[in-house]
């Protein structure tokens, strides 16, 4: 099969095989799951050819295949879903937990179905010359980033490693990915170039700040949208909860028996806001009473 990426690269790639499915499903289970939910083993294994290198200078058509770290995770994260989603039946299943009632309801997302978002041909031009995009802050400062690579974010993640290890506390935050991509910060000036003072930067920012500078650097960016908001069905609440599609090892496999399916929390059923995935949710409330629909 052909993959074509946000960024335009184009790859011709095999399925994921069963036993590498069950090798996947159980390392994302064990106690010690790969960080990146086996995005880069399934990539290794199945990609088999680059069609077209996109806007990447340092990828060439043919066999020989490319440093996918230095791939923009835009790109890295499509190809990852679409192979699982030609290798493994739609849809997946998963419990999502009310963050205002505290209610699980299973639910099941059909992943074919995720908006995949292109990348922008100014980002494209970007790539090609390889320049940094440009944010500012909402009193003006300049930050100078690239588009998250997994190369990028190596040194931020060691760094959370090891303050995880001496804290016990896992500490990981989308604002570290941030800090990897981000090359120049204009209130650090030379301390910039060190990565902790970048990381401690992006952590002390206020929630308006960071609304602020997410909307510039997903502006610039593509790739699939795995981020969904539930809104709890369960009466009294409505509440809603975003959340990113998990990558446990129930990702790796083929959804439950029916048997298996039925809601374990009665009271609460948790559904996306979106219109296209409200349409599934009639699918899913099928069979509930007139009375829990109409608390829609
Ligand atoms: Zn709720």
Redesign the pocket.
């Known amino acids: 099969m052909q993959i074509e990426c946000p960024s335009g690269l184009v790859v011709e790639a095999r399925k994921i095989k069963a036993q590498e499915l069950e090798a996947l499903a159980e390392a994302n289970d064990s106690d010690e799951p790969p960080a990146d939910g086996g995005l880069l083993t399934v990539i290794n294994r199945c990609v088999q050819r680059v069609i077209d290198a996109g806007p990447y200078s340092f990828v060439e058509v043919g066999d020989a295949l490319p440093d996918w770290k230095r791939v923009i995770y835009g790109d890295l994260a499509t190809m990852f879903f679409k192979l699982r989603i030609v290798s493994v039946e739609d849809p997946y299943e998963f419990p999502v937990q ?1 963050k ?2 505290r ?1 699980w309801a299973d639910f099941d997302v059909t992943l074919s179905e995720l908006p995949i978002n292109p990348l922008p041909e100014s980002s494209k031009a970007k790539l090609r010359s390889n320049s940094p995009f440009e944010a500012r802050t909402l009193d003006g400062k300049l930050v100078r980033f690239y588009l998250k690579t997994i190369r990028r974010e190596e040194p931020i993640a060691k760094l959370v490693r090891a303050i995880e290890r001496q804290t016990g506390k896992p500490s990981y935050s989308f604002l570290d990915s941030w800090a990897g991509q981000a090359e120049f910060i204009e209130p650090l000036g030379e301390r910039s170039k060190n990565d902790k003072a970048r990381w401690m930067w992006f952590r002390q920012l206020d929630l308006d700040e960071v609304d602020n500078l997410r909307d510039q650097f997903d502006a610039v960016d593509g790739g699939i949208d795995i981020e969904l908001r539930f809104r ?1 069905r ?1 009466r009294g ?3 809603v909860t975003n959340h990113m599609i998990p990558l446990d090892g129930d990702f790796f496999r083929r959804k439950r028996k029916p048997a298996d399916l039925k809601p374990l929390h009665d009271g ?1 059923r948790i559904i996306p806001l979106e219109e296209e995935a409200l349409e599934k949710t009639e699918e899913v409330t099928k069979g509930e009473t007139e009375e829990s629909l109409d608390l829609e």
Do not use: V
């Open positions: 009310c205002h009632c209610k709890c369960r609440c409505g509440g609460g």
